[in-house]
């Protein structure tokens, strides 16, 4: 099973940016997706969650500005930032609660990340 993302780029602030996630592989079924953000020097912290039902939590930094979308049928998780501010600025990482076929639990996949710059 695989995680790839695509979107992340340079933005001034105040912009707008699109990330994509696409799952593949034998997968069953997909529970919780979400994206993650390091910026450097702190953390990995959660930006937005979703579930397979459609429920949805944010960051609190992120309210607001930020939307996360899931396509069960693609297997896919979309993140549409927008307003984006400097402090964004993180290596954005997709994650996943994946059900392979032939297992019997959900076990947890990453992306290898992509980068986010905000900046003027």
């Known amino acids: 099973v695989q995680l790839v993302e695509s979107g992340g780029g340079l933005v001034q602030p105040g912009g707008s940016l699109r990330l994509s996630c696409a799952a593949s592989?034998?997968?069953?079924?997909?529970?919780?997706m979400a994206w993650y953000r390091q910026a450097p020097g702190k953390e990995r912290e959660l930006v937005a969650v979703?579930?397979?039902?459609?429920?949805?939590n944010y960051a609190d930094s992120v309210k607001g500005r930020f939307t996360i979308s899931r396509d069960g049928a693609k297997n896919t998780v979309d993140l549409q930032m927008n307003s984006l501010k400097p402090e964004d600025s993180a290596v954005y990482y997709c994650?996943?609660?994946?059900?392979?076929?032939?297992?019997?639990?959900?076990?947890?996949?990453w992306g290898q990340g992509t980068q986010v710059t905000v900046t003027s």
């Open positions: 994650n996943a609660d994946i059900w392979i076929r032939g297992r019997a639990l959900f076990e947890e996949y």
């Open positions: 592989g034998s997968i069953f079924r997909i529970n919780r």
């Open positions: 979703i579930l397979s039902g459609g429920s949805t």
